[in-house]
């Protein structure tokens, strides 16, 4: 239920929800994909309501929502519950799940479980997992399964330690080329998306016209992908940790939350909250009624007002 419902005069613009079609029809004719994350019911419907393709549950919860150091802690469980929320609160973007560390690796078994657990008990339409190699193998055993996958190469964060820490990757023609070899693999086994995450906007360029059937999301990568995604907690101001440069802040909310947030602590320490709109009213013979009985000697007696029908 919205405590704030729109006006009759206002009606949503009709949308439907997004396919795989349309995502496709959208990449041939150039039509710029936007995808963000989110990770709880308020941002799942800031997305809907900003009318964004689609809203990827991405492992970075681990850190904005979760409170852990890395993405590598963040358990299916957790990312379950997550997902979960942010299905109710949409209706209209593809919604992808992202697999956590540790949830993929081990075998084709595995990752076709915990997908199908994404799509079973989250609500959602497809799933992202990180780098090439194996994860191309269990890619495809997934797609086989029946549910549509995201890949992600360059920067795969959960993976960030064996790729020297957080930096930009596909600097040079060699490593390149091994980003480029992990993307046209993925698309190869039929990953409907690949996620390209920090390399050089140029990488980017040269690669897109070899990346013909699988929507390329860039974050870092420059604009010549199909589209872009960024992180609701960086792109809003909310995340106070650090921030990668190919971030851009639409919004300094967390300055916001703090200021609001703040207030309100000074207003309660000084006594301005609440004020009198804030406090619900009681007829006055009913105050006078409940005072006698306070003040009445023998409280063992039972009071005999209608406590039921005192509103709320
Ligand atoms: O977890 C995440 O948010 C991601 C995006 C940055 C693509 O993987």
Request: proline share 6%; charged share 25%; hydrophobic share 45%.
């Amino acid at each position: 239920m919205s405590i704030h419902p729109q006006a009759p005069d206002t009606p949503a613009p009709e949308r439907r929800p997004m396919t795989l079609p349309r995502l496709a029809e959208m990449k041939l004719a150039a039509e710029p994909v936007v995808m963000v994350t989110a990770y709880d019911h308020p941002s799942a419907e800031v997305a809907e309501a900003a009318g964004v393709d689609i809203v990827l549950v991405g492992d970075s919860g681990a850190m904005t929502v979760l409170g852990y150091d890395s993405t590598v802690p963040v358990g299916m469980e957790e990312m379950l519950m997550l997902a979960a929320a942010v299905r109710r609160g949409l209706r209209t973007p593809l919604l992808v799940g992202d697999m956590p560390f540790g949830s993929y690796e081990s075998s084709d078994e595995q990752a076709v479980t915990n997908a199908q657990r994404f799509v079973k008990e989250a609500g959602c339409d497809a799933v992202k997992l990180e780098r090439g190699g194996a994860s191309v193998d269990r890619a495809a055993a997934i797609i086989r399964a029946g549910v549509p996958v995201m890949g992600h190469v360059g920067l795969t964060p959960q993976t960030a330690i064996a790729l020297g820490g957080f930096r930009a990757q596909g600097r040079t023609a060699t490593k390149a080329a091994a980003v480029a070899e992990d993307a046209l693999a993925l698309q190869a086994v039929g990953c409907f998306s690949v996620v390209f995450e920090a390399i050089p906007a140029a990488v980017t360029a040269a690669l897109m016209p070899r990346m013909d059937r699988s929507l390329v999301i860039a974050i870092g990568a420059g604009s010549a992908a199909d589209g872009q995604v960024l992180v609701f907690h960086d792109l809003l101001g909310i995340f106070g940790g650090h921030k990668p440069k190919f971030v851009k802040r639409y919004a300094e909310l967390r300055e916001e939350m703090v200021g609001g947030v703040g207030e309100y602590a000074r207003e309660v320490r000084e006594g301005a909250f609440p004020a009198p709109e804030h406090d619900y009213a009681i007829e006055r013979d009913e105050l006078e009624a409940f005072r006698r009985y306070l003040e009445r000697d023998g409280r063992d007696q039972a009071f005999t007002g209608d406590w039921a029908a005192t509103e709320i």
